[in-house]
């Protein structure tokens, strides 16, 4: 499948996981990429995943720097000349204490990067889909964004703040034809999650991971990221404003501690 070519998009969070496998999908159907992450060793590798002949711009920086997002909307359009899809993958976890005990500044990080970070990428890209009434945006939420028990208290409220500004976004963009629509993973071996994993097969209990949910198994970056690409092309040329799970049925039941096995 070719369904990008001739088109351009930005990933934040391209340096690993999710955003990774989605700038490499995005390159091998055509489009000319733009890599965002604070990690230059992880953009680079990523760089040089792509497929052969792929146009790239890769930026270290703070999704969260408001003159940084500017500046470099700036000059993708001016390497490029448009902007067809924005990809807000960027996102950071945090810890998981009880919220009587929840730290303030972890809070204002979390939601800054998550949250904000989302935002201004919309702010800043949008207006220039709106000139060519054009345009699809996929922001990554989560099933934390749902329901308890898939992270911290800070992390979700993150992400079911995604999910309400996919909402939004798509009510204010979808007259100049920009689709704003959000993924909700579910347990994803990410870079972030690495811990969660490592634990897990340190404590002899690799065998339980992603056995809540209703395939008993977790999730690959890549099957993220082919949600991702469906609602960026054509094919969803007709869905705005939703957040889709991808979690292997998770959200679909109950899922209380101790119903499965």
């Known amino acids: ?32 990429v733009v890599l ?54 960027a996102g950071i976890a945090g810890s998981h204490p009880p919220v009587t005990e929840n730290d303030a500044a972890e809070w204002q990080q979390i939601l800054a990067v998550n949250l904000i970070g989302t935002m201004l990428f919309i702010k800043h890209v ?17 099933v934390a964004g749902i329901r308890s028990g898939a992270g911290g208290n800070a992390y979700s409220a993150s ?47 690799a065998h339980k991971l992603g056995s809540r949910c209703e395939l008993r198994r977790y999730g690959a970056a890549e099957e993220i990221a082919a949600a991702i690409l469906f609602l960026a092309s054509d094919d969803a040329s007709y869905i705005t404003g939703q957040a889709l799970p991808v979690d292997g049925g998770n959200t679909a039941s109950l899922n209380l501690p101790g119903m499965k096995v």
Do not use: W
């Open 1 to 32: 499948m070719k369904r990008f070519i001739k088109k351009v998009a930005i990933v934040t969070g391209a340096g690993s996981g999710i955003g990774r496998a989605t700038a490499l999908r995005l390159s091998r159907e055509g489009a000319s």
């Open 36 to 89: 965002v992450d604070r990690s230059e060793a992880g953009l680079l590798e990523t760089e040089n995943g792509l497929a052969e002949g792929t146009r790239a711009l890769k930026r270290v920086m703070d999704v969260s720097d408001e003159a940084a997002v500017q500046a470099l909307v700036q000059d993708v359009m001016a390497t490029f000349g448009q902007i067809d899809v924005l990809c807000n993958n």
């Open 126 to 142: 949008a207006p220039h889909m709106q000139a060519r009434k054009l345009g699809a945006i996929v922001n990554t939420a989560s």
């Open 159 to 205: 992400k079911a703040g995604v999910i309400n500004l996919t909402q939004t976004a798509a009510c204010d963009l979808g007259s100049d034809n920009v689709r704003v629509n959000a993924v909700c993973p579910g347990l994803v071996e990410t870079g972030m999650t690495r811990r969660v994993f490592d634990y897990a097969r340190a404590n002899e209990k």
